[in-house]
C-alpha cells in the first residue's frame, strides 16, 4: 500500500507540472504527519508533504471515519443484530460521511479565493461511541442491535481471507491499531470549521436502512 501511495503521489505532482494546475485539493486522513507507522495514516501523510513541495495552492482535507464502513456489516446487522471493529466500545469516533468529503472537496475546487497551502480537519456533526451507535440503530430499526469489539488476532485472519501480502495484512493492522489509540489522531479537538452536516441517523436513512 506505501507503493501504491507513492504512485499516486507520483502521478499527482506530475499532472500538476504538465498542466499548471492552480489549486489542488488532496484527500489526506485526520492524524496524517503526526507519526510513523500508522498504516496508510502515515502514507497521507508524506503525500501531504510531497505536494506541499509544489509552488501550487494545496488544501488537503483530512476526515475522520467513514459512516460507510457500517455499509460492509449489513449482512451481520441483518441476521445476527451484531456488528463489530477493532475498537473499545467507548472509543469516541469522529464518523463522517464520504458524501460531505466529497462536498467540501467541490466547494474548494470551485472557490478561487483560496490561496497557499492549508490543512482543513472534517469530523462530521459529532465523535460517537460504537456503543452508543448500536443505541441509535437500535432506535432507528426498532431491533436489538449490539456492538461486539473484534479482536486483532480476529481481525488478522479475517485480512488473511482476501489472500493479501503479509506487509499490506501489517499497514492494515498498523491502520486500525493507530485509528484506535485513545490519545491517537482520533482526539484531535473539535473546532466549528471541521464539522460536516450528515449525522448517523440521516446516513443510516439514506444507505443503511435499505440494506437491512
Known amino acids: 500500500m506505501e507503493e501504491w501511495y507513492q504512485q499516486v503521489t507520483n502521478?499527482?505532482?506530475?499532472?500538476?507540472?504538465?498542466?499548471?494546475?492552480?489549486?489542488?485539493?488532496l484527500i489526506s486522513s485526520l492524524g496524517a504527519?503526526?507519526?510513523?507507522?500508522?498504516?496508510?495514516?502515515?502514507y497521507c501523510g508524506a503525500l501531504?508533504?510531497?505536494?506541499?513541495?509544489?509552488?501550487?495552492?494545496?488544501?488537503a482535507l483530512r476526515p475522520g471515519y467513514f459512516m460507510e464502513n457500517f455499509v460492509q456489516q449489513a449482512q451481520s446487522i441483518r441476521e445476527n443484530g451484531k456488528f463489530s471493529f477493532p475498537f473499545d466500545?467507548?472509543?469516541?469516533?469522529?464518523?463522517?460521511?464520504?458524501?460531505?468529503?466529497?462536498?467540501?472537496?467541490?466547494?474548494?475546487?470551485?472557490?478561487?479565493?483560496?490561496?497557499g497551502h492549508w490543512k482543513l480537519n472534517l469530523m462530521g456533526p459529532e465523535n460517537i461511541t460504537l456503543k452508543d451507535v448500536a443505541k441509535r440503530l437500535t432506535a432507528?430499526?426498532?431491533?436489538?442491535?449490539?456492538y461486539v469489539q473484534q479482536s486483532f488476532d480476529k481481525l488478522k485472519a479475517q485480512l488473511k481471507t482476501l489472500e493479501i501480502t503479509d506487509k499490506v495484512l501489517q499497514e492494515l493492522?498498523?491502520?486500525?491499531?493507530?485509528?484506535?489509540?485513545?490519545?491517537?489522531?482520533?482526539?484531535?479537538?473539535?473546532?466549528?470549521e471541521v464539522c460536516t452536516p450528515t449525522s448517523l441517523e440521516k446516513f443510516a436513512e439514506?444507505?443503511?436502512?435499505p440494506l437491512l
Open 140 to 146: 432507528l430499526t426498532n431491533k436489538p442491535i449490539e
Open 89 to 115: 466500545g467507548n472509543h469516541d469516533i469522529p464518523f463522517i460521511s464520504t458524501d460531505d468529503i466529497g462536498d467540501a472537496a467541490a466547494r474548494y475546487l470551485l472557490d478561487e479565493t483560496w490561496a
Open 33 to 42: 504527519s503526526t507519526a510513523p507507522n500508522l498504516g496508510t495514516v502515515s
Open 206 to 209: 439514506q444507505k443503511l436502512l
Open 11 to 25: 502521478a499527482g505532482i506530475a499532472a500538476v507540472n504538465e498542466n499548471k494546475i492552480k489549486r489542488v485539493v
Open 48 to 59: 501531504e508533504v510531497a505536494f506541499d513541495n509544489l509552488s501550487t495552492n494545496v488544501l
Open 173 to 192: 493492522v498498523d491502520l486500525h491499531d493507530a485509528l484506535g489509540d485513545p490519545d491517537g489522531a482520533y482526539a484531535t479537538p473539535r473546532t466549528p
